[in-house]
């Protein structure tokens, strides 16, 4: 992105991650450097992890917002305990995004599954002041708007709007 603060991004994208925080996924961090370098605002939710405490950092250039998990789900239940702590943080996590920053794109990237109960809600005016967002399946429609985007957004994420 521009180091010009006048200048507006492409696009806001917000990116969800429940199992290791960033930038240690390298596979998430690439991804979300990508995007930035291509003139999006990046914003990341993940977990905290050991040498990753900090609940918001912005680090080159990318906002990185963490969450506690209680314990290191280990075993079927500590698996059902530690799901809805992170999709509940996760969904907090992103209504502050997308109020304070706004989200045009959500990007989920591991299991659970789940995750796309957080980005669900954003479908109705009350979740976003500004556009609203889901995350879709890979053959969804991509608008012009971010049609220039890195492949893995084009591919796993699409603007309702």
């Known amino acids: 992105m521009s180091n010009d603060p006048n200048s507006k991004p492409l696009g806001r994208v917000l990116i969800l991650v429940e199992n290791l925080p960033v930038p240690f996924d390298r596979r ?3 991804e979300a450097s990508s995007l930035h370098a291509a003139g999006y605002e990046v914003n990341v939710i993940c977990p905290k992890g050991k ?3 900090k609940g918001f950092e912005r680090i080159d250039g990318i906002y990185v917002y ?5 314990i290191e789900a280990s075993g079927f239940a500590g698996y ?3 799901y809805p702590v992170a999709l509940i943080s996760s969904f907090v996590l992103t209504l502050r995004v ?6 045009d794109v959500i990007h989920a990237c591991n299991p659970p599954d789940l995750l796309f109960l957080v980005a669900a809600p954003s479908n109705s005016s009350a979740a976003a002041s500004s ?14 708007t971010i049609s220039h985007a890195p492949s893995c957004v084009r591919s796993w994420c699409c603007l309702n709007g």
């Not at 963490?66 to 209680?70: F, G, M």
């Not at 556009?131 to 012009?144: F, L, M, V």
């Open 98 to 103: 997308a109020f304070a920053r706004g989200i």
């Open 28 to 30: 998430v961090w690439m």
């Open 131 to 144: 556009s609203t967002t889901t995350i879709s399946a890979p053959n969804c429609s991509i608008p012009n």
């Open 66 to 70: 963490r969450y506690s998990l209680p």
């Open 80 to 82: 059902l305990f530690e």
């Open 51 to 53: 040498g990753y405490d």
